[in-house]
């Protein structure tokens, strides 16, 4: 048996995904345990599950930063330590074609989000920090404070697609409409990019004929809640 590690969750949404890893850990079937569960959106219903689990959580309302930062953003509302040449040197989530001030702006803000979220963060001791449907891309900024061991990964995504096809948000929706006849989740790990970190798990189904979206969807989050613990367990297993 590995030895438990200590996990936190950011969600944005329903948190399907965080209550299988809920049950997983309770029922003693993956080496785990959540210490927190962050939001980007208030109210989501994933917080009110992870509460009833008896887990903290916390929220940082993106939608409401980047409003206030819509309005100008003063060199002083940046984290101290934010260095935007450092940044746009790192960052691969924009094409460098990009306008410049539309790139500057999109690091700036979402910094200002991210360090709230690491105050949160890193109050806790994990060993893994999991986005169970957090529909926010991290910059370069969030990335290096949590991956402090050079080499080490230590944020894990699940992505609604068989990657490296279909990244973006909606990955389903994406094979649906090109009529795949095969669909699938992936779990990987954060890097730069967006949706291009080391994959860590896959799981496939079939698209049947006449299958809807919606049935894409359903088949797909049955995979996503037995993948999801499943590479969780593997991390564990490396100690
Ligand atoms: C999942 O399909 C996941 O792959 C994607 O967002 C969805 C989240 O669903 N990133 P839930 O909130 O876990 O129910």
Not at 12 to 21: F, K, R, V
Not at 82 to 90: A, P, R, S
Not at 201 to 221: C, M, N, P, Y
Request: glycine share 12%; hydrophobic share 40%; net charge negative.
């Amino acid at each position: 048996m590995a030895k438990t590690i200590n996990v936190g969750t950011l969600i944005s949404g329903g948190g399907t995904n965080l209550q299988a890893i809920i049950d997983a850990c309770t029922a003693g079937r993956i080496d785990a345990r959540i210490l927190f569960t962050g939001s980007d959106t208030p109210g989501v219903k994933g917080l009110e599950r992870a509460q009833k689990a008896g887990i903290d959580t916390f929220v940082v309302d993106y939608a409401k930063i980047i409003r206030s930062c819509k309005k100008g953003i003063d060199p002083g509302d940046l984290p101290s330590d934010f260095n935007l040449q450092e940044i746009l040197g790192k960052q691969q989530l924009m094409a460098g074609n990009m306008e410049k001030d539309r790139i500057d702006f999109f690091l700036k803000s979402r910094a200002i989000a991210e360090k709230l979220l690491l105050d949160h963060i890193l109050s806790f001791q994990i060993d893994l920090l999991v986005l169970a449907g957090f529909m926010r891309v991290l910059t370069p900024y969030f990335i290096d404070r949590m991956n402090t061991i050079p080499g080490q990964y230590r944020i894990m995504n699940i992505h609604p697609a068989l990657l490296p096809s279909f990244p973006g948000t909606d990955g389903y929706g994406d094979t649906f409409r090109y009529g795949c006849k095969v669909g699938g989740c992936t779990v990987h790990f954060i890097d730069y990019g967006e949706d291009t970190g080391p994959i860590i798990g896959q799981r496939s189904f079939e698209i049947a004929e006449g299958d809807t979206l919606e049935d894409v969807k359903r088949k797909g989050l049955e995979q996503e809640w037995e993948l999801y613990p499943a590479c969780i367990q593997k991390f564990a297993d490396l100690g």
